[in-house]
């Protein structure tokens, strides 16, 4: 095992070892993001936890409750510090509403959480057999790691898709093979990792703490526009965070080959 995968695997081990259930203080978190490159457009993204914990190749489900209200999240980003999750969910557990119909403003609340089976989150992954969406791109790192743990959630159950970023801007939306450990990079129909426009696959946040639902990457695009010159605009950050290190990828092989 190389050592990047080596300290992949050790930190999933530390996390696994970590107390299954608690008090944490729970933080509203508006825009969606995916550290291990879990596709937004395929997955509910109003139902994410965002905690400091290394994401686990197992352990990528919880539970959270308060005031007698309860959902299950996924795990599938790292934050800095926070319990954050998403704010449709925060603003549920908190109020008992659904933050597009009477959002709430607030900090951080005292909620009870434990680490469920994967299987309780099937309902928030849209893909055929309730597959975790990754990126084909942008998720191996990831991925490779979960494969070296023989029986993990992850190794047994992952789609990979030729998009490029978790919230689905570019790309081909179309799934890929990956023949591991013989190959390292996915065979997709179309070229792996091509920053073509992807407009059929929108990703929406709800704002905090107006409720609005907006493109996720835009400056305040509302949901139902689909403007392409839009979406160009306003996901240039997305680009130059996704799209060049694979860009620099592929020039890097065709110079060395």
């Not at 209200?69 to 925060?90: E, P, T, V």
Request: proline content about 5%.
């Amino acid at each position: 095992m190389s050592l990047p995968l080596l300290l992949w695997a050790l930190l999933s081990a530390a996390t696994r070892a970590s107390a299954a259930s608690g008090t944490i203080w729970a933080t509203p978190h508006d825009s969606y993001s995916s550290s291990v490159g879990v596709l937004g457009c395929k997955i509910d993204t109003d139902r994410v936890a965002y905690w400091p914990d290394s994401i686990d190749c197992s352990n990528i489900c919880v539970s959270v409750s308060y005031g007698g209200r309860q959902l299950h999240l996924l795990r599938i980003d790292q934050s800095g510090g926070a319990h954050d999750m998403s704010y449709d969910a925060w603003n549920y557990l908190y109020t008992g509403y659904s933050a597009t119909s009477k959002p709430t403003a607030g900090g951080a609340v005292a909620m009870e959480y434990s680490d469920v089976d994967a299987s309780e989150c099937a309902g928030l992954i849209k893909t055929k057999g309730g597959r975790l969406p990754l990126s084909a791109s942008n998720s191996m790192n990831f991925l490779a790691s979960c494969l070296e743990q023989s029986g993990s959630w992850v190794a047994e159950n992952y789609v990979l898709y030729n998009i490029l970023d978790p919230i689905c801007s570019y790309g081909y939306d179309e799934t890929c093979n990956l023949d591991f450990p013989a190959q390292n990079q996915a065979q997709c129909p179309n070229p792996l990792g091509t920053p073509v426009a992807l407009t059929t696959a929108p990703v929406y946040n709800i704002r905090y703490p107006t409720g609005e639902k907006v493109l996720a990457g835009s400056s305040g695009q509302q949901a139902g526009s689909t403007s392409v010159a839009s979406r160009r605009g306003g996901q240039a950050g997305v680009w130059a965070a996704w799209v060049v290190p694979v860009v620099a990828w592929q020039v890097l092989r065709v110079y060395n080959s």
